[in-house]
């Protein structure tokens, strides 16, 4: 005789079994069993949607964070930035040297105005200078 297949819904019922047992005890378990399924309705947790919610929200940002990261790390750094930023770098020195020049200039200009004047230069514009001199 082949073997007979389990319920499809898990459970069996008394006339599912080819054992003789007693009615009155088959009875009973399933009387148990459906105690013990009705149990969690007792749960305080059951009903607590606010926080399964939540928990089901963090993890999926959690998640999407970390491919976020994987992302980022997997695309490595840009082909052309280096030479972007060092180029960026060296016009900004170039248009601070001019920029000097000009005020250099207009200084001159002004000198036959204001005559010779004191003039006070601060510690970081002697410092600028001789970085611009380098």
Do not use: C, W
């Given at each position: 005789m082949?073997?007979?297949?389990?319920n499809?819904f898990?459970?069996s019922?008394?006339?599912?079994?080819d054992?003789?047992?007693d009615p009155?005890?088959?009875y009973?378990?399933h009387g148990?069993k459906?105690?013990s399924l009705a149990?969690?309705?007792?749960d305080?947790?059951?009903?607590?949607?606010?926080?399964?919610?939540d928990?089901?929200?963090?993890?999926?940002e959690a998640e999407?964070?970390?491919k976020?990261?994987e992302d980022m790390a997997s695309?490595?750094?840009?082909?052309y930035?280096?030479?972007?930023?060092?180029a960026?770098s060296?016009r900004?020195?170039?248009d601070?040297?001019a920029?000097?020049?000009?005020?250099v200039?207009e200084?001159?200009?002004?000198?036959?105005v204001y005559g010779?004047?004191?003039?006070?230069?601060?510690?970081?514009?002697?410092?600028r200078?001789?970085?611009?001199?380098?």
């Amino acid at each position: 005789m082949p073997p007979r297949l389990q319920n499809a819904f898990g459970s069996s019922s008394p006339s599912d079994s080819d054992d003789d047992d007693d009615p009155a005890s088959s009875y009973l378990a399933h009387g148990a069993k459906k105690a013990s399924l009705a149990k969690p309705l007792d749960d305080a947790n059951l009903y607590d949607y606010d926080g399964a919610h939540d928990s089901i929200r963090e993890k999926r940002e959690a998640e999407d964070a970390k491919k976020a990261a994987e992302d980022m790390a997997s695309r490595g750094t840009s082909k052309y930035i280096g030479t972007l930023l060092e180029a960026s770098s060296r016009r900004k020195v170039r248009d601070d040297v001019a920029y000097t020049r000009k005020l250099v200039r207009e200084a001159e200009a002004e000198k036959d105005v204001y005559g010779d004047r004191p003039t006070f230069v601060s510690e970081s514009y002697k410092k600028r200078l001789k970085e611009q001199e380098e």
